[in-house]
């Protein structure tokens, strides 16, 4: 669902556009939060979260998610993923499009990403990125269509 979808010997930080990056600069004009001192990733500024992730959300429903975000390792996004096994299998993929999505620009996450899958479903949906907090019945609806041929 609105994933990255990496190639082999490929790191998030090596697809993540510029754009993406600076929203993660608060408003205020202080330094990005891209890292802490304790090597983790910190979450997005409220804005960024409200206008880019969860804007089909009511003010309580993004700011009772934004305040339970938590920095997550920067590690994991640094990392050079070995991926050949994984497009090597014989399995079916799926791939669920937000269509109100704005954590990226548009295009990002479909077509850009999306074909990287090679031959997949698509399945497409409203919604922004954080679609399991806003249209949860949708999206679970999505996941078992994505399921079945």
């Known amino acids: ?63 009772s998610t934004w305040k339970r975000l938590s920095p997550e390792p920067s590690q994991v996004n640094l990392d050079k993923l070995d991926l050949k096994h994984f497009y090597s299998l014989a399995v079916p993929s799926s791939f669920i ?11 990002y996450f479909h077509p850009e990403m999306s074909s990287r899958l090679g031959v997949f479903k698509l399945l497409e949906m409203d919604g922004s990125h954080e679609v399991m907090f806003t249209r949860p019945a949708e999206l679970a609806a999505k996941i078992i269509e994505a399921c079945w041929d």
Not at 34 to 56: K, L, V
Not at 98 to 107: E, F, L, S, V, Y
């Open 1 to 63: 669902m609105d994933a990255l979808v990496l190639k082999d010997n490929e790191r998030v930080f090596d697809v993540l556009p510029d754009i993406f990056l600076d929203t993660l600069t608060p408003r205020d004009g202080n330094d990005p939060v891209a890292t802490s001192p304790d090597d983790t990733m910190q979450i997005p500024p409220w804005e960024t979260w409200r206008d880019n992730f969860i804007q089909d959300a009511s003010e309580s429903l993004a700011r």
């Open 97 to 107: 499009y937000c269509r109100h999505d704005q954590a990226m620009p548009p295009g």
